[in-house]
């Protein structure tokens, strides 16, 4: 699955998806998947210098938790 942020997301996820990472990404939200949206996060940089390759490390989806949001 792709690493995608706010902006590119909600106009590349199909409808049912969007509508799921706009809700969890507000900034005041407490949707219970929120954790899964950081804004801010850590890189762990290619060795090869190749940004594109770049690992963004961010938690992995509770899939319990997504399969009961409404």
Known sequence: MA???PA???SALPPPYA?????AS??????????CFPHAYRVHPCPSGRE???VALIP???VAGLQASP
């Open 3 to 5: 690493v995608l942020p």
């Open 8 to 10: 590119s997301g909600l």
């Open 19 to 23: 509508g799921l990472m706009r809700a």
């Open 26 to 35: 507000a900034p005041a939200s407490a949707h219970p998947l929120r954790h």
């Open 52 to 54: 594109w390759r770049d």
């Open 60 to 62: 992995f989806i509770d």
